[in-house]
């Protein structure tokens, strides 16, 4: 085994491409990997085994991922070391991360009793086996208005089931709950290449529309994302797409939860994907792929949120 061709290996796999088995033996994957790099980042092809001039590009493409300084958006609050980790399936490339998924929470982070916040709080291994995580979000904060913990880490989890990997508050916190190379199934299809984020809130399908209201109970009261999500949002996508450069990836694509599902009309709503996903796809060039595009079972984004008359109903 060659120490050299290991960390190669290890070099190539950190880049987002497979070399195989971490063996130090230079293989027909190995070979292959460094072939798509050389492809990717426009470098010299090599003729059999890869040189140590090829080696040392790969080795300073790493460094300078990895030395990379990518400044964090305003008011992010890291807890992906208190969510639970149940959530997630594994780890994935960066370079299979490209595309933003937009999520509304489905419930009012407000008007939840405090005993029914008792009772989650108190049942949590039941509660995480058995409550969608959106629903069991809608009853725990993040933070106090201090900026403290809201709960401790004696049990008492912050956020810990929200499968998505961000969260954004009423008030415009940004919330990261799982690490970007990791992924967890938050939306069908885009599962993978999607980034979710979850916006909290109730909201309509079409704004001011009540028969395109959510089908939760009708206690819950009906509300509008918030100017301090909407920028929380556009400064996420803004550092998403800086982090993902930065890892050789790029952020490409954005999207509404419904297009990967049959089973979330609303989601996220015409104002989350108006005031959102339009501005975005036009400040940094992101694309939806189409106002027909689904995945899986999903539902075409409808013409009441794109502006467009391409004949989609809601």
């Known amino acids: 085994m060659s120490a050299e061709i290991l960390q190669f290996q290890k070099s190539l796999r950190l880049l987002g491409f497979d070399p195989g088995p971490l063996d130090g033996q230079m293989g027909s994957r190995t070979r292959g990997a460094a072939h798509d790099a050389a492809s990717k980042y426009g470098w010299p092809q090599q003729n059999g085994d890869p040189t140590p ?3 040392a590009l790969v080795a300073g493409q790493v460094f300078k ?8 958006p305003p008011n992010y ?23 933003l998924t937009l999520h509304q929470s489905g419930c009012p982070l407000t008007d939840i009793p405090d ?3 008792a009772f989650f709080k108190q049942h949590d291994a039941i509660v995480q086996q058995a409550t969608p995580s959106l629903m ?5 904060r ?6 403290k913990p809201a709960f401790d880490a004696q049990g008492n989890p912050l956020y810990v089931a929200l499968k998505a990997p961000f969260g954004i508050t009423y008030s415009g916190k940004i919330l990261q709950i799982h690490p970007v190379d990791v992924w967890g199934y938050d939306a069908q299809g885009l599962s993978k290449r999607g980034i979710g984020v979850e916006i909290a809130g109730l909201f309509c399908g079409i704004e001011g529309d009540m028969s395109t209201r959510p089908g939760a109970p009708a206690s819950w009261k009906v509300q509008s ?10 400064e996420l996508a803004r550092y998403l797409k800086r982090l993902l450069q930065a890892h050789g990836s790029d952020l490409r694509e954005i999207h509404p939860h419904r297009c990967a599902t049959d089973d ?9 994907y108006q005031k959102i996903a339009i501005p975005l796809m036009a400040e940094l060039g992101l694309t939806d792929c189409g106002a027909n595009f689904t995945l899986g079972k999903g539902m075409k984004t409808p013409d009441a949120w794109t502006g467009q008359n391409n004949g989609i109903p809601y």
């Not at 208190?82 to 299979?96: F, L, N, S």
């Not at 993040?142 to 900026?147: L, P, Q, R, W």
């Not at 994302?225 to 556009?234: E, F, H, N, S």
Request: a positive charge; one cysteine or more; charged letters at 30%.
């Open 53 to 55: 001039e090829f080696m």
């Open 225 to 234: 994302v918030t100017d301090a999500q909407i920028a929380a949002c556009k």
């Open 65 to 72: 991922i990895q030395s990379a300084k990518v400044e964090l």
């Open 136 to 140: 069991r979000w809608a009853k725990q």
């Open 264 to 272: 979330r009309r609303p989601d996220p709503g015409s104002k989350v």
């Open 142 to 147: 993040a933070v106090d208005e201090d900026g």
């Open 115 to 117: 005993a029914e916040l």
């Open 77 to 99: 609050v890291d807890l992906t070391r208190v969510a639970a980790t149940g959530w997630r399936k594994g780890p994935i490339a960066w370079t299979d991360r490209y595309a």
